[in-house]
């Protein structure tokens, strides 16, 4: 959270035995809403493998937009690999 810029950055992972029932999903719309509530947020960010395409639609679904690929911006396993950047802004949440 950074409170200066009101933006925070949010994360999440379900357990295999979940995925594909939209629990993902679910889970991220709610804590969207709890963030912009509670924190007085503007703008949330999720930063995604470029590789993570069930993430990506998560992130869609949820009412997030791509917003770039930052590179070489996460190290996994030893290796640097792409992310995206995806954002929703406190106005978006509104509609």
Do not use: F, M
Request: aromatic share 6%.
């Amino acid at each position: 959270i950074d409170r200066e810029s009101a933006t925070v950055e949010l994360g999440y992972i379900v357990t295999e035995e979940a995925r594909g029932r939209g629990v993902a999903t679910e889970a991220l719309r709610q804590l969207t809403e709890w963030t912009l509530r509670e924190t007085g947020a503007k703008r949330i960010e999720l930063l995604i493998s470029v590789d993570n395409v069930a993430s990506k639609k998560v992130a869609e679904r949820a009412g997030y937009e791509l917003e770039g690929v930052l590179r070489s911006t996460y190290l996994k396993q030893g290796r640097r690999e792409d992310s995206e950047i995806w954002s929703l802004l406190a106005p978006d949440a509104q509609q």
